[in-house]
């Protein structure tokens, strides 16, 4: 499920754990008597480690991207949800906050991902191709067996260096950049 979590990343969130424990033992003994006080440092603890998590291991991935020759202005990148939960797409940007000149949401029913022939014929309609407005689309976490795969298409003026996604995954923004090599 998620397979981006690292040796680093827990050492990291084990020092935070480790740094947090040491700062309560330093705090008045009286503060911590009141059993609110107590609740209210359990709960933000839990929060902080619970965030620190997320963003060690973000979801979103992309593994492949299709493109239309050297200086692609057409682009489709595949995107996968390594999470638990649903993330939301809010924005895409090209080339470090360009807005493109058209973005959609391909949902794919067979194992492999459109073309960019399958771009220019989008308004025709497919039935193994769906592209849909990528505007608070939810991305459930991917399931092999369903046999729906996600993807991000991108139409640009200029050519496509790089696709920078911003997205929410419980409630907190993330950003990934999608890099064309």
Do not use: C
């Not at 619970?50 to 489709?76: A, C």
């Not at 360009?98 to 391909?106: D, F, G, Q, S, T």
């Not at 260096?161 to 997205?167: E, F, L, N, P």
Request: a negative charge; aromatic letters at 12%.
């Amino acid at each position: 499920m998620l397979t981006t979590f690292s040796i680093t990343g827990f050492l990291i969130l084990l020092g935070t754990i480790a740094i947090m424990v040491l700062l309560i033992k330093r705090i008045n003994i009286k503060f911590l008597k009141h059993p609110f006080m107590k609740i209210t440092l359990t709960v933000a603890a839990v929060a902080f480690i619970f965030y620190s998590y997320l963003s060690i291991n973000k979801p979103l991935e992309s593994h492949s991207r299709i493109f239309n020759g050297e200086n692609p202005t057409i682009m489709i990148a595949t995107i996968e949800n390594e999470g638990f939960a649903g993330f939301t797409i809010r924005d895409v940007t090209v080339n470090g906050g360009e807005i493109p000149k058209e973005v959609r949401l391909v949902t794919s029913t067979t194992k492999g991902m459109p073309r960019p022939a399958d771009w220019d014929e989008r308004a025709q309609g497919s039935q193994d191709y769906q592209f849909q407005d990528t505007q608070a689309q939810t991305i459930p976490p991917t399931d092999e067996e369903s046999g729906t795969y996600y993807g991000i298409g991108i139409e640009n003026d200029q050519p496509i260096k790089t696709i920078d996604i911003t997205y929410t995954y419980f409630g907190f923004p993330f950003e990934k950049v999608i890099e064309h090599n």
